[in-house]
């Protein structure tokens, strides 16, 4: 089989590499252990009691109640004059980090599957191989298997609490998003192309015929309206997914804005935030294709490139604000880290006490919970990216911008659907029975399942994702800068 080659071989050595090195040489760990990052340690009740002029004595602390004795919390005035020592991250801090083995399993499979995907795409241009599987595909389906996890994981703990603030605001937007995804899913493919209707109608047709041939009597296998409601219902899981990283974003844009000094910080914190904006235009066609591909100049329409290179550009584009995002991590993560510091500045405009376990709780959990928010951080970033690889390759597209020569345009794929089917019925004629049907069978699936549905499906999720991020993100920076300020 093609399999066993050279793709085999780069799987094995990879998976070599993550069991062997990467627990030694974790690049998760670096992003958190390289010595950017600054977390503020809480302060120990000795220092807060000497910051307020007392000393714990015990005949005055503690009290009998019941016949048990009972230690009085300690408490000290919240405009205490407290400055947080601040100190780097190192690999024996991230020890007590919650989510720490989550985080740094996800980011560092991610990077081999990328990898692997790279490699994967420089020997399919060099070699160019024949009825050979992909294998990079099943890495990257794999990466979006944990990440769906990991956010599921963290967004079932919101359930789990005795508050239901949390639960309440993922059911809501759940529901908004549910409405959104169905109001998005009747907009016409003049608007919004994603290829969706044109990728279920091959499916149908190609489905129909495959179950023909299998001596079934068939209307299709699935209808238009249930195709698009199994849609809705997992665009409203992705966004219920999504809800809270978007709003911890607007957040951290806030403080990083505030703590970027140079202007050249400031513009990329900006583009990065409206990256999702930028994304989700890329699919609208009056507004981005039609002017970039049929631009009007006049009384003639000269067109700038074709479509496949415009489909190309968009793949592009996205990549690109994907590893911006990636890039601008360290900003956003510290920004995080420093609202230790902002909640000391803030508690000291209060009036009255504190105990100073609370005060120590404020500051500590802040860094605890650091993993926590770089997941929120990362996993939408790698949703993204790799729903965008496998549009690449499942959708048939190339990364050449000038070459037009590896792509398939929709009419080549309805019109050469029978031909292919026809073919392979007669090349089994002189086999054995049961290897014709398997072959046929094979062939039948191939012409369901075609790059063209594949070609709307993630289209149409990697559309969906950045709306999810900037619908998110946005109420949450309208939250943050307006609600919050009292």
């Known amino acids: 089989m093609g399999v066993i080659g050279v793709q085999l071989v780069v799987t094995m050595v990879m998976a070599s590499i993550i069991q062997k090195i990467t627990p030694h040489y974790s690049f998760a760990r670096w992003l958190l252990c390289n010595g950017s990052l600054q977390w503020y340690q809480h ?99 794999l990466v979006l298997t944990f990440v769906f996890k990991v956010l599921f994981s963290m967004t079932t703990h919101y359930f789990k609490v ?82 809270f990283p978007g709003l911890r974003l607007a957040q951290m844009h806030l403080d990083a804005l505030n703590l970027a000094k140079d202007k050249l910080t400031q513009t990329l914190l900006h583009v990065n935030f409206l990256s999702p904006l930028i994304m989700v235009l890329l699919w609208v066609k009056p507004i981005t294709k039609d002017y970039i591909v049929n631009p009007p100049l006049g009384k003639e329409n000269i067109p700038l490139m074709s479509e496949a290179t415009y489909d190309s550009l968009r793949l592009w584009i996205i990549i690109f604000l994907c590893v911006l995002r990636l890039a601008l991590i360290r900003q956003h993560l510290q920004a995080y880290l420093n609202l230790a510091q902002k909640s000391i500045e803030q508690m000291k405009k209060e009036a009255g006490r504190i105990s100073t376990k609370d005060l120590q709780k ?61 073919s392979a019925m007669a090349d089994n004629e002189n086999q054995k029975l049961t290897v014709a049907q398997i072959t046929t069978a094979l062939d039948g699936l191939q012409n369901v399942f075609t ?19 900037f619908s998110t993100s946005l109420f949450g920076l309208f939250y943050h800068q307006y609600l919050t300020v009292a």
């Open 362 to 422: 404020m500051v500590a959990r802040v860094f605890y919970y650091l993993c926590v928010i770089a997941l929120q951080y990362v996993a939408p970033v790698i949703m993204l990216l790799h729903t965008t690889l496998l549009l690449k390759t499942m959708g048939h597209h190339s990364w050449g911008l000038l070459s037009e020569s590896s792509y398939v345009s929709p009419k080549e794929i309805v019109e050469g659907f029978n031909s292919v089917q026809s």
């Open 43 to 141: 302060p120990s009740e000795e220092q807060l009691q000497v910051l307020a002029g007392k000393q714990k004595t015990k005949s005055k602390k503690e009290r009998k109640y019941n016949g048990h004795i009972e230690s009085k919390p300690l408490t000290v005035p919240k405009d205490i004059n407290l400055h947080l020592e601040a100190r780097s991250i190192t690999e024996m801090d991230t020890q007590v980090l919650h989510y720490f083995p989550e985080y740094q399993w996800l980011v560092d499979f991610t990077v081999s599957a990328t990898v692997v995907y790279t490699i994967t795409e420089v020997y399919y241009s060099l070699t160019n191989p024949r009825n050979e599987m992909n294998i990079s595909i099943v890495w990257c389906l």
């Open 162 to 243: 005795e508050e239901d603030g949390e639960r309440s605001v993922c059911i809501t937007f759940g529901c908004f998003f549910f409405v959104k995804a169905m109001a998005i899913l009747i907009v016409t493919e003049n608007y919004l192309e994603f290829g969706l209707e044109t990728g279920f109608s091959n499916f149908s047709g190609g489905a129909m015929q495959f179950l023909e041939k299998q001596g079934l009597q068939s209307q299709g296998p699935v209808s238009k309206l249930t195709f698009k409601m199994v849609l809705a219902v997992l665009c409203a899981f992705i966004g219920a997914l999504l809800t």
């Open 451 to 469: 790059s063209l549905l594949f070609r709307g499906l993630f289209s149409f999720l990697t559309w969906w994702i950045a709306a999810c991020l």
